[in-house]
């Protein structure tokens, strides 16, 4: 089946979120420096702390019951909603500094959950399903990179196939420790951010803004393709992803 111009062009703007992630330059802007400066900052007991305040928060949010969306699949998502909340738990965050980073991860990370599954079922995703949820977490994982890997393994189908592997035992734990092996990137860059002592409350907030935006573009690509492969069969997809260029 051939894939029309249209629904090519709608895989051209989720490869375009997908491959673009543009978080560190949020942040970049918002702390006024750039975020290699602030990582160094960050003391050492934190960022031994980060691997497993993020597998917790996960499993937190998980258990938060955050899939309880109602209505069919199509309706659109309540993006402004979700900022708002993440925007107030930042500014909480900000306030306690890294001390609040446990309390507040989780609390965030809820939140983001719920605006993942809201932005899946906006592109026909039936959210109460176990695959769904399993994508839905998956984003987590999107537009971070681990220290293990290069160039060649952090492609979005890259991604999504060690995903597939590491749940392939059928465990949901053991999927969870992957996406957060590559969600604490994000973390710690977050947490360096929220570590400046100029940045307070309201640098808080913004920092949980810039946390919630990226996520969002990652879900809104992530369902796109999902949309598409369930249109068109993943392999036409995939081979076509590939074979466009990555725009900024």
Wanted: glycine letters at 10%; proline letters at 4%; aromatic letters at 6%.
């Amino acid at each position: 089946m051939n894939i029309t111009p249209h629904d090519q062009q709608q895989l051209q703007h989720a490869k375009n979120l997908l491959e673009n992630p543009g978080f560190v330059a949020k942040l970049t802007n918002i702390i006024g420096m750039p975020i290699e400066v602030a990582l160094k900052q960050l003391p050492k007991s934190v960022t031994k702390r980060i691997a497993g305040v993020t597998q917790s928060a996960l499993v937190k949010a998980l258990d938060a019951a955050v899939f309880t969306l109602k209505g069919v699949p199509g309706q659109a998502p309540s993006n402004l909603w979700h900022k708002t909340g993440i925007a107030v738990s930042g500014g909480v965050g900000g306030f306690f500094g890294l001390a609040g980073l446990g309390v507040e991860l989780p609390l965030s990370t809820s939140i983001m959950l719920r605006s993942i599954a809201d932005i899946a079922r906006s592109h026909g995703e039936q959210v109460d399903t176990d695959e769904a949820k399993q994508a839905c977490l998956a984003v987590f994982a999107l537009g971070g990179r681990s220290v293990k890997d290069d160039d060649s393994e952090t492609g979005y189908y890259t991604v999504r196939a060690a995903l597939a592997k590491s749940l392939s035992d059928g465990s949901i734990l053991k999927l969870i420790a992957a996406i957060a092996e590559r969600f604490s990137i994000h973390v710690g860059e977050k947490a360096a951010a929220q570590a400046i002592p100029a940045i307070g409350a309201v640098g808080g907030a913004l920092v949980n803004l810039a946390f919630i935006d990226h996520f969002q573009d990652m879900a809104r690509g992530h369902f796109i393709v999902r949309q598409l492969e369930r249109r068109y069969g993943q392999a036409a997809v995939q081979a076509l992803y590939q074979a466009l260029p990555a725009r900024p």
